[in-house]
């Protein structure tokens, strides 16, 4: 298929019939509801009635819950997934799997993109994302040359989540420097390189790609403080009054040192001291922070990007969790480099860090009684939806019709009361419970399968085998 095949494919697909759903359970705004009727038309969700009537609705098994947003990733990641696992000629770190990362990528043809994007995306609707925040910064050629259509990897990385059905936050990456103080881009960078003035073409590029797309949203990515400087920084940020602004921050101890040396303030205290920090903003990983800059994000309504898996696989280091959570803090999560792709096992991980770290239990909770999974769960679709700028994270009326269906007979289920189910989905792992999932009211999973997995599957195969061996 070609790619305007597949957009006009989704398209007559997505703007799809109205049906009527109906749970016998159902996780909604007020809690777990019965007997709950979903009504969809135009992708979103146009009614709840709950203590309903099966007659004349589709009858869905399973225990409904929203889809979560993944706020952070990096698609093209998943194709490297596991080449970093080995031991090199000195002490590994993020910046030497940094490096095998430029190599990696350095290779990727924009049909190469799209087939890494469609294979992830499928993944992320079946392990329980129903919406992404794509973080995009592989812009040009291999050597640096800007592609004819300026937003020719946005499109492909557009057409990847209309051929799958996953929900879109485009974000192109803006990125002009190798390091802090204007430090030059290294070779393995010339692909992501843009002056704000390029920057501000290619996110139009960018938002004429993703009207392709019904129900896609564009915000920037300021790709880190590494890569701007203080006026370009402020003219890309000043330049887009609207939208998600989305920012790597004080994720490794070297970047925090860095930027002392640079500026004599730390990452994310220098972000709150110049730039006009608010609820559009997510600052992703937030690592490395002291009480005061802690206290700073949470009261500014941003909200903090946590990727767990990630962090633990590079190394990072352990968010503030119970300080920013006291706070009042917002917090979604994303899969970011995509080894592994999971939204229960990225909010296990996040209570699981913070155990090790605090070398205590139910960590993410403020309240005596409080269950964890629910307070995870329920923190983490606010907060994704806040960071991706569009309708979604709760069944309510004028939302997507973003719905995971977990499967009731899963062992996991069977013991415990419903006030109990989130935290069995997310604590008690074994085989994956999702069973189906329908985005934007369209099913594209059925059975802990996406619809499309043996065609998209067979292309990442080859793509793969063809980069890999090559
Ligand atoms: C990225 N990923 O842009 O893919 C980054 C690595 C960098 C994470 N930080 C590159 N996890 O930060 O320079
Ligand atoms: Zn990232």
Redesign the pocket.
């Known amino acids: 298929m070609t790619r305007s095949q597949t957009l006009a494919a989704t398209s007559a697909k997505d703007s799809g019939a109205a049906r009527t759903l109906f749970f016998d359970h159902a996780f909604l705004p007020g809690g777990w509801a019965r007997n709950v009727r979903i009504a969809v038309a135009d992708g979103a969700i146009s009614q709840v009635v709950t203590d309903a009537d099966a007659a004349g609705s589709e009858r869905v098994k399973g225990i409904a819950v929203p889809g979560l947003p993944n706020l952070h990733c990096?698609t093209f990641?998943r194709g490297m997934a596991g080449l970093a696992e080995r031991r090199g000629p000195g002490d590994d770190s993020f910046w030497t799997w940094?490096d095998v990362?430029y190599r990696f990528l350095g290779r990727l043809t924009p049909e190469d993109v799209e087939a890494i994007a469609a294979y992830a995306y499928a993944e992320m609707l079946e392990r329980g994302f129903t919406a992404v925040g794509e973080?995009h910064?592989i812009h040009h050629g291999a050597d640096g040359t800007p592609y004819a259509d300026l937003a020719e990897m946005a499109s492909r990385v557009t057409a990847a989540a209309g051929a799958t059905g996953i929900g879109l936050t485009l974000l192109p990456a803006f990125y002009a420097y190798g390091g802090f103080g204007a430090a030059p881009a290294v070779a393995g960078q010339r692909r992501f390189l843009n002056d704000p003035q390029r920057f501000l073409r290619l996110v139009e590029a960018t938002r004429a790609a993703a009207a392709n797309l019904p129900s896609t949203a564009v915000g920037i990515a300021p790709?880190?403080l590494?890569a701007v400087t203080p006026e370009t920084l402020a003219e890309v940020v000043k330049a887009t009054p609207q939208g998600p602004i989305h920012i790597?921050i004080a994720?490794q101890v070297k970047e925090v040192d860095d930027c002392l040396a640079w500026s004599g303030a730390r990452p994310v205290a220098w972000l709150y001291d110049h730039m006009p920090v608010d609820a559009r903003w997510c600052l992703i990983?937030a690592t490395h922070m002291t009480a005061d800059e802690t206290q700073r994000m949470a009261a500014s309504g941003a909200v903090a990007g946590l990727?767990p898996i990630?962090e633990a696989s590079?190394g990072d280091g352990i968010f503030n969790g119970p300080e920013f959570l006291a706070a009042g803090g917002r917090f979604g999560v994303g899969s970011?480099?995509n080894i592994e792709i999971d939204a229960a096992g990225e909010l296990r991980l996040l209570e699981y860090s913070q155990r090790l770290g605090r070398r205590g239990r139910n960590i993410m909770t403020t309240e005596a009684g409080e269950s964890t999974g629910h307070r995870l769960f329920t923190a983490a679709l606010a907060g994704g939806a806040q960071a991706l700028g569009r309708p979604i994270g709760s069944l309510a009326v004028g939302q997507r019709a973003d719905i995971v269906v977990l499967d009731a007979e899963h062992t996991s289920f069977s013991t415990v009361a419903r006030e109990h189910w989130l935290d069995s989905w997310i604590f008690v792992p074994g085989r994956p419970a999702v069973d189906s999932v329908f985005a934007g009211g369209v099913k594209v999973v059925d059975g802990g399968r996406h619809l499309q997995r043996d065609a998209i599957a067979a292309r990442y195969r080859a793509t793969l085998g063809r980069l890999i061996d090559a």
Do not use: A, N, V, W
Request: proline share 0%; aromatic share 12%.
């Open positions: 990096h990641q940094r990362m973080f910064y790709h880190s590494r790597h994720e990983h990727c990630t590079l970011d480099s």
